[in-house]
Protein backbone atom coordinates (compact mmCIF):
# COMPACT_ATOMS: atom_id res chain seq x y z
CA UNK A 1 0.00 0.00 0.00
CA UNK A 2 2.97 2.10 1.09
CA UNK A 3 4.42 1.64 -2.61
CA UNK A 4 1.48 2.22 -4.62
CA UNK A 5 0.94 5.13 -2.32
CA UNK A 6 4.70 6.58 -3.09
CA UNK A 7 4.06 5.57 -7.35
CA UNK A 8 0.78 7.92 -6.83
CA UNK A 9 2.61 10.80 -5.55
CA UNK A 10 5.51 10.43 -7.37
CA UNK A 11 3.29 10.48 -10.91
CA UNK A 12 1.35 13.51 -9.58
CA UNK A 13 5.13 15.68 -8.66
CA UNK A 14 6.37 14.68 -12.17
CA UNK A 15 3.04 15.19 -14.28
CA UNK A 16 2.88 19.16 -12.40
CA UNK A 17 6.26 19.47 -13.19
CA UNK A 18 5.86 19.04 -16.80
CA UNK A 19 2.83 20.57 -17.32
CA UNK A 20 4.87 24.01 -15.26
CA UNK A 21 7.58 23.10 -17.94
CA UNK A 22 5.56 22.96 -20.82
CA UNK A 23 4.01 26.28 -19.97
CA UNK A 24 7.04 28.23 -19.38
CA UNK A 25 7.96 27.24 -23.02
CA UNK A 26 4.64 27.44 -24.29
CA UNK A 27 4.60 30.60 -26.40
CA UNK A 28 0.77 31.21 -25.41
CA UNK A 29 1.99 30.25 -21.64
CA UNK A 30 0.39 32.02 -18.58
CA UNK A 31 2.61 34.11 -17.23
CA UNK A 32 2.14 34.16 -13.84
CA UNK A 33 4.91 37.21 -12.80
CA UNK A 34 3.97 39.80 -15.57
CA UNK A 35 0.15 38.85 -15.60
CA UNK A 36 -2.41 42.09 -16.34
CA UNK A 37 -5.99 41.54 -16.52
CA UNK A 38 -7.31 41.60 -20.18
CA UNK A 39 -9.01 44.74 -21.86
CA UNK A 40 -10.11 43.40 -25.18
CA UNK A 41 -13.65 43.20 -25.41
CA UNK A 42 -13.89 39.51 -25.81
CA UNK A 43 -14.88 36.24 -24.01
CA UNK A 44 -15.12 32.81 -24.29
CA UNK A 45 -18.35 30.90 -24.30
CA UNK A 46 -18.44 29.51 -20.63
CA UNK A 47 -17.84 33.32 -18.93
CA UNK A 48 -18.18 33.90 -15.49
CA UNK A 49 -17.63 36.65 -13.24
CA UNK A 50 -14.00 36.68 -12.04
CA UNK A 51 -12.87 36.21 -8.50
CA UNK A 52 -11.94 39.14 -6.24
CA UNK A 53 -8.39 39.66 -4.59
CA UNK A 54 -8.39 41.08 -1.26
CA UNK A 55 -8.15 44.78 -1.27
CA UNK A 56 -9.52 45.23 -4.59
CA UNK A 57 -13.33 45.72 -5.70
CA UNK A 58 -15.52 42.88 -5.24
CA UNK A 59 -16.49 40.43 -8.37
CA UNK A 60 -19.04 41.22 -11.11
CA UNK A 61 -22.45 39.57 -10.23
CA UNK A 62 -24.97 38.24 -12.35
CA UNK A 63 -28.13 39.66 -11.36
CA UNK A 64 -32.02 38.29 -12.26
CA UNK A 65 -34.40 40.14 -14.03
CA UNK A 66 -36.13 40.89 -10.76
CA UNK A 67 -33.21 41.72 -9.09
CA UNK A 68 -32.43 44.10 -11.23
CA UNK A 69 -36.03 45.77 -11.94
CA UNK A 70 -36.20 45.85 -8.00
CA UNK A 71 -33.02 48.38 -8.11
CA UNK A 72 -34.16 50.45 -11.15
CA UNK A 73 -35.77 53.81 -10.13
CA UNK A 74 -33.06 53.96 -7.62
CA UNK A 75 -30.73 57.09 -7.44
CA UNK A 76 -28.18 55.15 -6.32
CA UNK A 77 -27.77 52.64 -8.81
CA UNK A 78 -26.79 53.26 -12.54
CA UNK A 79 -27.56 51.17 -15.71
CA UNK A 80 -25.33 50.87 -18.80
CA UNK A 81 -26.24 49.09 -21.91
CA UNK A 82 -22.99 47.63 -23.80
CA UNK A 83 -25.14 46.80 -27.37
CA UNK A 84 -24.67 49.28 -30.17
CA UNK A 85 -25.88 52.75 -30.85
CA UNK A 86 -28.58 51.73 -32.88
CA UNK A 87 -29.86 48.50 -30.71
CA UNK A 88 -29.62 51.14 -27.71
CA UNK A 89 -32.21 53.29 -29.98
CA UNK A 90 -34.42 50.79 -30.41
CA UNK A 91 -34.87 49.75 -27.02
CA UNK A 92 -33.34 50.00 -23.72
CA UNK A 93 -33.59 49.37 -20.31
CA UNK A 94 -35.58 52.85 -18.62
CA UNK A 95 -32.91 55.07 -17.65
CA UNK A 96 -29.76 53.10 -19.10
CA UNK A 97 -26.35 55.26 -20.38
CA UNK A 98 -25.10 54.14 -23.95
CA UNK A 99 -21.62 52.03 -22.89
CA UNK A 100 -20.56 50.39 -25.77
CA UNK A 101 -17.80 47.96 -25.32
CA UNK A 102 -16.15 49.34 -28.18
CA UNK A 103 -16.12 52.84 -26.71
CA UNK A 104 -13.02 55.11 -26.38
CA UNK A 105 -11.32 56.52 -23.21
CA UNK A 106 -13.72 59.61 -23.08
CA UNK A 107 -16.77 57.36 -23.31
CA UNK A 108 -15.37 55.40 -20.91
CA UNK A 109 -14.61 57.80 -18.63
CA UNK A 110 -18.05 60.04 -18.46
CA UNK A 111 -19.55 56.70 -17.45
CA UNK A 112 -17.66 56.84 -14.41
CA UNK A 113 -18.43 59.99 -13.53
CA UNK A 114 -21.60 58.95 -13.80
CA UNK A 115 -20.65 56.08 -11.46
CA UNK A 116 -19.47 58.67 -8.74
CA UNK A 117 -22.01 58.81 -5.48
CA UNK A 118 -23.35 55.66 -7.13
CA UNK A 119 -23.06 52.39 -5.72
CA UNK A 120 -24.11 49.84 -8.00
CA UNK A 121 -23.39 49.52 -12.02
CA UNK A 122 -25.73 47.26 -14.09
CA UNK A 123 -24.59 46.36 -17.19
CA UNK A 124 -26.25 44.65 -19.90
CA UNK A 125 -26.15 43.64 -23.70
CA UNK A 126 -27.79 41.08 -25.82
CA UNK A 127 -26.98 38.30 -23.60
CA UNK A 128 -25.10 37.88 -20.23
CA UNK A 129 -21.99 37.03 -22.00
CA UNK A 130 -21.34 39.97 -23.92
CA UNK A 131 -21.87 42.43 -21.26
CA UNK A 132 -19.30 40.91 -18.69
CA UNK A 133 -16.01 42.03 -20.26
CA UNK A 134 -17.61 45.56 -20.34
CA UNK A 135 -18.55 44.87 -16.43
CA UNK A 136 -15.40 43.85 -15.69
CA UNK A 137 -13.47 47.01 -17.58
CA UNK A 138 -15.62 49.20 -15.35
CA UNK A 139 -14.91 47.24 -12.12
CA UNK A 140 -10.99 47.70 -12.87
CA UNK A 141 -11.58 51.50 -14.17
CA UNK A 142 -13.62 52.30 -10.91
CA UNK A 143 -11.10 50.86 -8.37
CA UNK A 144 -13.78 51.43 -5.53
CA UNK A 145 -14.26 48.57 -3.29
CA UNK A 146 -17.87 49.99 -2.50
CA UNK A 147 -18.92 49.44 -5.92
CA UNK A 148 -21.46 46.62 -6.72
CA UNK A 149 -20.79 45.98 -10.32
CA UNK A 150 -23.05 43.32 -12.17
CA UNK A 151 -24.72 42.29 -15.39
CA UNK A 152 -28.21 41.75 -16.06
CA UNK A 153 -28.57 37.87 -16.79
CA UNK A 154 -30.00 37.22 -19.88
CA UNK A 155 -29.42 40.96 -21.08
CA UNK A 156 -31.86 43.32 -22.95
CA UNK A 157 -33.41 40.29 -24.93
CA UNK A 158 -34.37 38.48 -21.30
CA UNK A 159 -35.46 41.88 -20.04
CA UNK A 160 -38.02 43.06 -23.14
CA UNK A 161 -39.15 39.54 -23.57
CA UNK A 162 -40.41 39.53 -19.51
CA UNK A 163 -42.35 42.99 -20.09
CA UNK A 164 -39.86 45.19 -17.83
CA UNK A 165 -39.84 48.93 -18.81
CA UNK A 166 -38.01 50.01 -21.67
CA UNK A 167 -37.69 53.03 -23.65
CA UNK A 168 -36.00 54.12 -27.61
CA UNK A 169 -34.42 56.87 -28.57
CA UNK A 170 -30.49 57.93 -28.33
CA UNK A 171 -29.64 58.05 -24.95
CA UNK A 172 -30.65 61.63 -23.36
CA UNK A 173 -28.49 61.58 -19.97
CA UNK A 174 -25.29 60.89 -21.55
CA UNK A 175 -23.91 64.11 -21.98
CA UNK A 176 -21.71 65.17 -25.26
CA UNK A 177 -18.56 62.80 -24.31
CA UNK A 178 -21.14 59.59 -24.46
CA UNK A 179 -23.31 60.71 -27.25
CA UNK A 180 -19.96 60.47 -29.47
CA UNK A 181 -20.31 56.33 -29.73
CA UNK A 182 -23.60 57.30 -32.01
Request: glycine content about 12%.
Amino acid sequence: MLAVTGRVVCLLGAGATLGLAVNVVHPRGVRFHDYAAPVACTTGPDATASGGVAGQAAPVEILSQAQVASLCGDPRVLVADARSAAQFAEGHVTGAIHLPCASSRLVASAALDALAGKETLVVYGDGTADALPVAEEMRRRAARPGVRIAVLAGGFHAWSHAGLACSSGPCADCGGALSEQR
